[in-house]
């Protein structure tokens, strides 16, 4: 019985050894080098766009070309639901093809994309977006549930945020989601949220972003994100977060935070746009809604950083600059 007991504490020892591992486990972090000798950095995000080309999805696709052309752009982010209605069927899905391959044919766009998963894209199978076998028949594309970007200067930190929100989780809920990888959710959440602290006050970048599908504010159609109001914001505001980028309403606004520096940006204007409500409970730091289509573009200097957006025609329709000093060394 004594050995039988040892055994027991020993083995209950390893397994809790092997998941603190787990628990303190770093995301998938992706270095990327600039293009630019000047060491500038910049981007272009898009979200909510892919429909085989319509509602203006092209048109989105061709004028991002042009500025991508302009900034000679370093990399793509897209914010999500990457593939309506339903994210895709499998990897073998034409819609990848339909309505990324095919649409992005500028030269500029020919660069990294890196995407997270919109709502919509768990209601396909949500592993075929995350597949190996996606990147190798176009191998801009790259999308993972969370993970890190880290440029040096620049370091962004990419969030799945649709296990947060408590509504898809309803039963009986009108749609059905893949939580495969998932489940049990809670545990999900705490995993992610402790690995993203970490990475965080790791982080030695003169800016950090993080980029999530949901808003956390937003006075578009879904308004705040309360889970995520709740969740994810304070361990933004913790740690100097410069950028929080999201997609989801269908709408070009910038947001600021009223308790830190941190700027909300909604990019989730891809393809189909012009909802025509507006969200009126919270409107407190508001400096631009835009309901139609258009994309972002976000320019970093060693000191500075510029965002901005673009509607359906390459218009400017807003702008906004910060500077600050870089971190000194410790
Ligand atoms: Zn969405």
Known sequence: MALVSTTSIVLFFLLFINTSHIIIAELPRFEHKRNGEDGSLSFLVVGDWGRRGEYN???VAHQMGIIG????IDFVISTGDNFYDNGLTGEKDPAFFESFS???TANSLQKQWYS???NHDYRGDVEAQLSPYLRQIDNRW???RSFIVNTEMVEIFFVDTSPFVREYFDIPNEHSYDWRGVLPVKRYINKLLSDLKTSLKKSTATWKIVVGHHAIRSVGHHGDTQELVHHLLPILQANDV???INGHDHCLEHISDDKSDIQFLTSGAGSKAWRGDVEEVNKDGVKFFYDGQGFMSVQFLETEVGIVFYDVSGQVVHRWSTSKQ???AS
């Open 242 to 244: 410069d950028l929080y």
């Open 102 to 104: 095919n649409i992005y």
């Open 69 to 72: 052309e302009e900034l000679d």
């Open 57 to 59: 999805q092209s048109r």
């Open 116 to 118: 997270v998963l919109g």
């Open 326 to 328: 870089p971190l000194a």
């Open 142 to 144: 790259l999308c993972l």
